[in-house]
Each structure stands twice: as C-alpha cells, then as structure tokens.
Nanobody, 115 residues
Framework: QVQLVQSGGGLVQPGGSLRLSCAAS????????MGWYRQAPGKQRELVAS???????NYADSVKGRAIISRDNALNTVYLQMNSLKPEDSAIYYC?????????WGQGTQVTVSA
C-alpha cells in the first residue's frame, strides 16, 4: 500500500498562484504514476495533471499552460504548481498514485479562488 499526505492549498485571489505537495510512503517502489485530481461541488472528480515514473506529463485542457506537475523522486513527493488561477479552479484537490498495489488517494485539500 501507498500512503499519501498532502499539503498546500487554501484561499487564493484570482490570478494568483499556489503549490500543492504530496508525499508518498509505503510501497513507493511500485508507483508508476503520480497525479492530481480535483472535485468541485456537484461535479465528478477529474484529472488535473499526472506524471509517470519516466517523467511523462499529462494535463487537462483546462489547466494547460497554467499548471506544472513535477516530482522529486528522492523525496517521493509530487508537486502541482498552478498559476493564473480562476474561480473555476476552486475544488478539493486530491493526490493520486497508481502502483502495483492499486490506486491510492491523499486526504484532499480545499483550494478556493475568490476575491
């Protein structure tokens, strides 16, 4: 099993930036992908960005050009840098890993973009 602990998030003004972090522990050797999802009220959880163990990244169209996902393999941590935030980016953000042991999820962190 993989355990995930998230940090970051909070209230940000439109046009602002934030960085989310997610530290993995446990069966980290088996992780092949790490990513971020988000879920807004009344909406389905959606992929924001992901990065494979080889460094290949994938972004939702809605955040392309505004988000950067990165990982520090030495720290077993994945980051999501988001810039030019919009009110529609407001959601609970979840860290995710895919590994030999299956899907693991972080505890979720609220991001609110509002003036």
């Amino acid at each position: 099993q993989v355990q995930l602990v998230q940090s970051g998030g909070g209230l940000v003004q439109p046009g602002g930036s934030l960085r989310l972090s997610c530290a993995a522990s446990g069966s980290i050797f088996s992780i092949w992908s790490m990513g971020w999802y988000r879920q807004a009220p009344g909406k389905q959880r959606e992929l924001v960005a992901s990065i494979t163990s080889g460094g290949t990244t994938n972004y939702a169209d809605s955040v392309k050009g505004r988000a950067i996902i990165s990982r520090d393999n030495a720290l077993n941590t994945v980051y999501l840098q988001m810039n030019s935030l919009k009110p529609e980016d407001s959601a609970i953000y979840y860290c995710n890993t895919q590994s030999q042991t299956g899907n693991s999820w972080g505890q979720g962190t609220q991001v609110t973009v509002s003036a």
